[in-house]
C-alpha cells in the first residue's frame, strides 16, 4: 500500500511549503529569495491565485470568487484553501516544475500541509516567525484589514500543526535582509538534499 502511495505522489522535486503566522514575513522573505535565485533555475516561485484585489504588498493572481470556483471545478489547481474567508489556489502548472526535479516555492496556510505531503513526494516546511508585538504592527502598516480583522488573525491558531514537524524556522523579527539570508539557506539546504535528477 505504501509503494502505491509513493508511486502515486508527484516528484523527484519538492514543494516547498512556506508557512508562518499572519505578519510574520513569509511574502516579503520569499520576494527577496526570489531576487536572489532568480539566476538558478533550481527554484520556482509560485504565484498564488486569491479571491482578492490586487495589492502592492502582496504578488498574486486576483480572480473574482465566482471565477476561483470554476477554475476549481475544472482541476486548474494543484492545491486551494479557505483562509479568513479568502480562497487561496496554486496553479496546477507548478506539477510539472516539481516532476522536473525543481524545488517551487509557495506561501501556504498551514491547515494544507497534511493534503500537500499526501499530493507531493517532498514537502519540506519552512516555518517563518517573529513576535506578537511586530507582526501586530506590520499588519497595521500594510492597512489591507480593519482593526477586528488584524486582531483575528493574530489570535489565530491552526489544529494539528505541530511546530517541531518544520524543517527549517526562520526568524524574521529582524532586518530584512537578514531574513532573506536565513531563508536563502534554508533553501538552499534543501535543494542540497534532493535527489540528484537523471
Partial sequence: MSSERDDARIGPGAMVLVVGPSGAGKDALISGARAQLQSDP????ARRVITRPAHAAEAHIPMSVAEFAEAERQGAFALSWLAH???YSIPADIDSDVRSGRLVVVNVSRAIIAEARSR???????????????RAERLAMRGRERADEILSRLRRTVDGFDHDAAAFTVDNGGPLDVGVERFV?????????APQQP
Avoid at 533550481?42 to 516561485?45: L, M, N, Q, R
Avoid at 507531493?120 to 511586530?134: N, T
Avoid at 539557506?185 to 538534499?193: F, G, H, S, T
Fill in 120 to 134: 507531493y513526494v517532498r514537502a519540506p516546511v519552512v516555518l517563518i516567525d517573529c513576535a506578537i508585538e511586530i
Fill in 85 to 87: 474567508g479568502v480562497r
Fill in 42 to 45: 533550481t527554484f520556482v516561485f
Fill in 185 to 193: 539557506a534554508a533553501l538552499k539546504a534543501i535543494a542540497a538534499a
